[in-house]
């Protein structure tokens, strides 16, 4: 997992609850790197989920909440630093359907050996968007914050449902419908 994730992670947790927190949730997980991450790094899963266990326990959020939580942050990140990208679509359908195609293509030429969950389309139309998400990871929950924030940075609105398909959440269908 690359370390943009991490380093932007724990800048949102010191936001929300301190650095405190940070350095409680550094030493409870006993993580190879030591906490310490560069953007551009590479780093196990299993520190974040470490991290994400451990900041759950200590504030009693659950891990898909604080997912969420974190995916609103990381999209303020993107709006930050690639507006470019965000600015060729017009439309939180189109942006959404294009992740497989164009957006993880443009993450995978920036980090190179990024390990992305994959996006299948199987349904698209202008105020429908069907798809699913591949990972072993399971991080759904940080894709459906990032589907929220898209629809919110195009003044748009929908309602997503998320149906797993696979119970450990390593596949998901998404089924979008913009209001």
Known sequence: MKGIVFTEFLDLVEEKFGLEMVDTIIE??????????TS???YSFSEMLSLLQ?????????IDNLLLVYAEHFFSVIEKNY?????MYKDPI????????????EVKKIYHDAELPTFDVLEKTDTKLVMIYKSSRAMHHFGLGLMNKTFEHFNSKAEINLEKINEDGT?????????
């Open 28 to 37: 409870q997980s006993n993580l190879d790197s030591g906490g310490v991450y």
């Open 40 to 42: 551009i790094g590479t």
């Open 54 to 62: 451990n900041l759950s326990a200590n504030t009693s959020i659950s």
């Open 94 to 105: 189109e942006m959404l359907s294009s992740i497989e195609h164009h957006i993880h293509v």
């Open 171 to 179: 596949e998901v269908k998404f089924t979008i419908h913009k209001n």
């Open 83 to 87: 507006p470019d990208m965000l600015a």
